[in-house]
């Protein structure tokens, strides 16, 4: 089992950026895809992005391509996610998470595609 630890959230204006980090511990964080989530108030939680296990593949929700870059550092047991131009509507609470299963190929963009997840970091954006 993989343990998260998100960090990196806070106030930024419109425009601005933010980096976020999910730090992880166990022995198989090389070999799984990490997602990025995020829930704002009232709504569900929606997918953002994900890496696979080596880095290889990325993919991005519509909303934020273009804008978030995902990578990882498998030697550091670490995933980022760099949001540029940043919107109020991207406001919400960011959740990093690992694939339940290893070594896995293809989109894996639902909430029960992971099996571990960080306790979440805010990110608000004023406008």
């Known amino acids: 089992q993989v343990q998260l630890v998100e960090s990196g959230g806070g106030l930024v204006q419109a425009g601005g950026s933010l980096r976020l980090s999910c730090a992880a511990s166990?022995?198989?964080?090389?070999?799984?895809?990490v997602g990025w989530f995020r829930q704002a108030p009232g709504k569900a939680r929606e997918f953002v992005a994900a890496?696979?296990?080596?880095?290889?593949?990325?993919h991005y929700a519509d909303s934020v391509a273009g804008r978030f870059l995902i990578s990882r550092d498998n030697a550091k047991k670490t995933g980022f996610l760099q949001m540029n131009s940043l919107k109020p509507e991207d406001t919400a609470v960011y959740y990093c998470?690992?694939?339940?299963?290893?070594?896995?190929?293809?989109?894996?963009?639902?909430?029960?595609?992971?099996?571990?997840w960080g306790q979440g970091t805010q990110v608000t954006v004023s406008s």
């Open positions: 890496i696979s296990w080596d880095g290889g593949s990325t």
């Open positions: 166990g022995r198989t964080f090389s070999q799984k895809t």
């Open positions: 998470a690992a694939d339940r299963l290893s070594f896995v190929r293809g989109r894996r963009d639902r909430p029960e595609d992971f099996g571990s």
